[in-house]
T-cell receptor, first 114, second 115 residues
Framework: GDSVTQMEGPVTLSEEAFLTINCTYT??????LFWYVQYPGEGLQLLLK?????DKGSNKGFEATYRKETTSFHLEKGSVQVSDSAVYFC?????????????FGQGTILTVHP | EAGVVQSPRYKIIEKKQPVAFWCNPI?????LYWYLQNLGQGPELLIR????????DSQLPKDRFSAERLKGVDSTLKIQPAELGDSAVYLC?????????????FGPGTRLTVL
């Protein structure tokens, strides 16, 4: 079945450090890929998405490129801030009988210290 | 634009008791989803509605869980009777359409504790 694997957390960084959170996927179809973020005490919010190979999603300084050849969608940010501390979820959605269903990874906790 | 509204935000019940969660999606969103999120894990789909029709309920434990979306707008998810293992966060999401490229918008969730 479809699945998403994220790098193990938690991840702890100092402010202005470079961030990478790895995400790989297995899908029977041709998925759309998403990164969602969950700030403390809040609901899941879409951070960015990409719907076809080689597309780059970007938002709030975060970027991720849809790599079909490596089945990956790694999240990156050049300089993190304390306010980026949250849980980050990689997810995919495909068509067919699971049309629109989001399959999530287990989440990666990010803590950024001043 | 108002987001997805869920109530209650928190619920504590004894095992074997019934419980219900309510969700009001974003106005104009035809597709509504209920997800279950266990501690330390990503959400998992329970049921998806297109208007008032449940089009994917394959992951819903039908012996104790039920859901409805009678007028194609708000929805209720019910558990009867609740078990200890049902303690989790129940998330509602909505989207304009049901395709794999449509963005799903999530509510804040209902945190259920079963004692």
């Amino acid at each position: 079945g479809d699945s998403v694997t994220q790098m193990e957390g938690p991840v702890t960084l100092s402010e202005e450090a470079f961030l990478t959170i790895n995400c790989t996927y297995t899908a029977t179809g041709y998925p759309s890929l998403f990164w969602y973020v969950q700030y403390p005490g809040e609901g899941l919010q879409l951070l960015l998405k990409a719907t076809k190979a080689d597309d780059k999603g970007s938002n709030k300084g975060f970027e991720a490129t849809y790599r079909k050849e490596t089945t990956s969608f790694h999240l990156e940010k050049g300089s993190v801030q304390v306010s980026d501390s949250a849980v980050y979820f990689c997810a995919l959605a495909i068509g067919g009988t699971s049309y629109g269903k989001l399959t999530f990874g287990q989440g990666t906790i990010l803590t950024v210290h001043p | 634009e108002a987001g997805v509204v869920q109530s209650p935000r928190y619920k504590i019940i004894e095992k074997k008791q019934p419980v219900a969660f309510w969700c009001n999606p974003i106005s104009g969103h035809n597709t509504l989803y209920w997800y279950l999120q266990n501690l330390g894990q990503g959400p998992e789909l329970l049921i998806r509605y297109e208007n008032e029709e449940a089009v994917d309920d394959s992951q819903l434990p039908k012996d104790r869980f039920s859901a409805e979306r009678l007028k194609g707008v708000d929805s209720t998810l019910k558990i009867q009777p609740a078990e200890l293992g049902d303690s989790a966060v129940y998330l509602c999401a909505s989207s304009k359409g049901g395709s794999g490229t449509d963005t799903q918008y999530f509510g804040p969730g209902t945190r259920l504790t079963v004692l």
